[in-house]
């Protein structure tokens, strides 16, 4: 059976550990390596990697671009502008044809439901570079920097701060998943899907939905904040006015614990979403999470063709 990577949940907690493992396993033996060279054992050797990108990207781009090469295999770069799909052929016909020439399919794009769309018609793994619902990559990224840094993830309280996007979504599913709790800090209009929550607390996790920003950050181990206005996304200034409260400050970082770490999937709208001094700041681990958007996808592309779990 096809192993489709579009959220945390086609995984399952058993099989996101096993990929996290792997993927510390992997980073720890590369140490001092040049970037370039491929793994030992060169697991992805002879496979082959379409990346679709029909939304801009740095660090997804570059990171499975990456994370195909250190494995052994390579990648096939595929922009929405300069390929069928962008100019009228289907979702479904897309999906055969690739399936008769390469080994996985990740792509970035809008709709949820092109992805899925994607998956059902194809005949390999497809991986979610990020959706408007969710952004499981990332989040993978995210608690392989949170264990690094010494924090198991079961019984962990992470604060949101800001809008409830795909990004908050895949962080109450992967609460539900790996046995921690999430405060949702969000101003009133922008709440995230309710049914991650619902989801989440059905296997045991606690999820609070809060207007107050405090409330939110009080005692948490982890911080978590994105950008508040997309690109392209309408209405900023009323959206940047309502947000503003809930702005990760150094006075909040202070009501978390005092080992408490700040996470940011980046880009950063410094002075918006985030101050300087906490971006910048020691409890800050954005340098590491983007590098680990490299270790922990190299995981999901084994786990996905068979190779992990």
Same mark, same amino acid.
């Given at each position: =059976?096809?192993?489709?990577?579009?959220?945390?949940?086609?995984?399952?907690?058993?099989? *996101?550990?096993?990929?996290?493992?792997?993927?510390?396993?992997?980073?720890?033996?590369?140490?001092?390596?040049?970037?370039?060279?491929?793994?030992?054992?060169?697991?992805?050797?002879?496979?082959?990697?379409?990346?679709?990108?029909?939304?801009?990207?740095?660090?997804?781009?570059?990171?499975?671009? =990456?994370?195909?090469?250190? $494995?052994?295999?390579?990648?096939?770069?595929?922009?929405?502008?300069? =390929?069928?799909?962008?100019?009228?052929?289907?979702?479904?016909?897309?999906?055969?044809?690739?399936?008769?020439?390469?080994?996985?399919?990740?792509?970035?794009?809008?709709?949820?439901?092109?992805?899925?769309?994607?998956?059902?018609?194809?005949?390999?793994?497809?991986?979610?570079?990020?959706?408007?619902?969710?952004?499981?990559?990332?989040? =993978?990224?995210?608690?392989?920097?949170?264990?690094?840094?010494?924090?198991?993830?079961?019984?962990?309280?992470?604060?949101?701060?800001g809008d409830g996007n795909?990004?908050l979504h895949s962080i109450?599913?992967?609460?539900?998943?790996?046995?921690?709790?999430?405060?949702?800090?969000?101003?009133?209009?922008?709440?995230?899907?309710?049914?991650?929550?619902?989801?989440?607390?059905?296997?045991?996790?606690?999820?609070?939905?809060?207007?107050?920003?405090?409330?939110?950050?009080?005692?948490?181990?982890?911080?978590?904040?994105?950008?508040? *206005?997309?690109?392209?996304?309408?209405?900023?200034?009323?959206?940047?006015?309502?947000?503003?409260?809930?702005?990760?400050?150094?006075? $909040?970082?202070?009501?978390?614990?005092?080992?408490?770490?700040?996470?940011?999937?980046?880009?950063?709208?410094?002075?918006?979403?985030?101050?300087?001094?906490?971006?910048?700041?020691?409890?800050?681990?954005?340098?590491?999470?983007?590098?680990?958007?490299?270790?922990?996808?190299?995981?999901?592309?084994?786990?996905?063709?068979?190779?992990?779990?």
């Amino acid at each position: =059976m096809t192993r489709h990577f579009l959220n945390l949940s086609d995984a399952g907690g058993d099989a *996101i550990a096993a990929m996290l493992n792997d993927a510390q396993d992997r980073k720890a033996k590369r140490k001092g390596w040049p970037k370039g060279a491929a793994d030992a054992d060169i697991p992805l050797a002879g496979h082959v990697l379409a990346m679709i990108f029909e939304k801009n990207s740095t660090r997804t781009r570059v990171s499975f671009d =990456m994370a195909i090469r250190q $494995l052994g295999g390579t990648s096939i770069l595929l922009e929405a502008g300069a =390929m069928q799909l962008g100019r009228g052929e289907t979702v479904a016909d897309t999906a055969r044809v690739l399936s008769r020439y390469v080994d996985a399919i990740m792509i970035r794009t809008d709709d949820h439901s092109k992805i899925e769309e994607l998956a059902h018609h194809a005949e390999v793994p497809v991986i979610n570079g990020l959706t408007d619902l969710s952004h499981p990559c990332q989040i =993978m990224a995210d608690l392989l920097t949170v264990i690094e840094h010494g924090k198991a993830l079961p019984g962990l309280e992470w604060a949101w701060l800001g809008d409830g996007n795909n990004v908050l979504h895949s962080i109450v599913e992967a609460a539900g998943l790996m046995k921690f709790n999430v405060r949702v800090g969000v101003p009133q209009g922008y709440d995230p899907d309710p049914s991650f929550a619902d989801i989440a607390r059905a296997r045991g996790s606690q999820v609070l939905l809060t207007r107050d920003a405090m409330e939110a950050a009080r005692g948490a181990d982890v911080i978590v904040a994105d950008t508040w *206005i997309s690109m392209g996304q309408a209405h900023a200034e009323e959206k940047l006015k309502a947000m503003m409260p809930y702005q990760v400050t150094e006075e $909040l970082m202070a009501l978390a614990k005092p080992d408490a770490k700040f996470l940011h999937c980046l880009p950063a709208h410094r002075g918006e979403e985030v101050t300087e001094g906490v971006i910048d700041g020691p409890q800050s681990l954005i340098w590491d999470e983007a590098e680990n958007r490299l270790h922990a996808q190299k995981s999901v592309l084994l786990w996905a063709l068979g190779q992990l779990g």
